[in-house]
């Protein structure tokens, strides 16, 4: 379960960084669900562009994780303390009516969230394509300090995006620690669908439009 709390940190950092790039471009988002997902992605995003440029440069240790890390809480801080502010305060006035349909659609939905994260959470096994490159490619970088081109795996002439994250949570933790953070932005996609239909619909479609793609 440790690497619940490296899954923590490093969307705190991703959160902080995603808030602070929002900020730079303006008022984009309408609701604080929808400035939290746009703030994960942009921060997940500079966090895998953190760890290509530590490739290039041929500084894959772990001191180096552990640095942009840091950096990250750091240049994020005031955001964090806001935006924790302003969840309390939503939390404050938020009620659930367990006698709603909705309450439990709400709650099938974190159900099957909860059995994926615990499958996340086994050792890496079985399919072929995470084993044959998308983790199988961060370690060997890892092995090497760098971006390396392997010859030998098919994978190696695909784009290094998600795989990024891959390698600094294999850094941190191991695989399974990827597969978690794999689970998270899974998790972050069925929350952002529930977000856009709740702008564009109501939160009603959102549940169903979330336990649909959930499932």
């Given at each position: 379960m440790v690497e619940l709390v490296y899954l923590v940190?490093?969307?705190?950092v991703a959160v902080g960084l995603g808030l602070t790039l929002l900020r730079r471009v303006g008022p984009i988002c309408s609701s604080r669900a929808e400035e939290l997902t746009f703030s994960l992605g942009l921060g997940?995003?500079?966090?895998?562009?953190?760890?290509?440029?530590?490739?290039?440069?041929?500084?894959?240790?772990?001191?180096?994780?552990?640095?942009?890390?840091?950096?990250?809480?750091?240049?994020?801080?005031?955001?964090?303390?806001?935006?924790?502010?302003?969840?309390?305060?939503?939390?404050?006035?938020?009620?659930?009516?367990?006698?709603?349909?909705?309450?439990?659609?709400?709650?099938?939905?974190?159900?099957?969230l909860a059995l994926n994260l615990l499958r996340a959470l086994m050792p890496a096994h079985g399919a072929v394509d995470p084993l044959a490159y998308h983790l199988a490619l961060?370690?060997?970088?890892?092995?090497?300090?760098?971006?390396?081109?392997?010859?030998?795996?098919?994978?190696?002439?695909?784009?290094?995006?998600i795989g990024m994250l891959y390698l600094l949570a294999i850094a941190?933790?191991?695989?399974?620690?990827?597969?978690?953070?794999?689970?998270?932005?899974?998790?972050?996609?069925?929350?952002?669908i529930w977000c856009f239909c709740r702008g564009y619909f109501d939160g009603k479609v959102g549940i169903w439009a979330a336990a649909i793609y959930a499932f």
């Open positions: 940190l490093i969307a705190t997940l995003g500079g966090l895998a562009l953190s760890m290509l440029l530590l490739g290039f440069a041929h500084l894959l240790y772990i001191e180096a994780f552990y640095a942009v890390l840091a950096l990250g809480v750091v240049w994020g801080r005031k955001e964090l303390v806001g935006l924790v502010g302003r969840l309390q305060g939503r939390l404050a006035i938020a009620s659930f009516n367990w006698r709603s349909f909705h309450f439990w659609l709400l709650l099938l939905i974190v159900i099957g961060p370690k060997i970088y890892l092995l090497r300090h760098y971006i390396s081109f392997e010859r030998t795996l098919t994978g190696g002439l695909y784009p290094d995006n941190l933790r191991g695989a399974a620690l990827a597969q978690v953070l794999h689970w998270f932005m899974g998790a972050i996609t069925v929350f952002a």
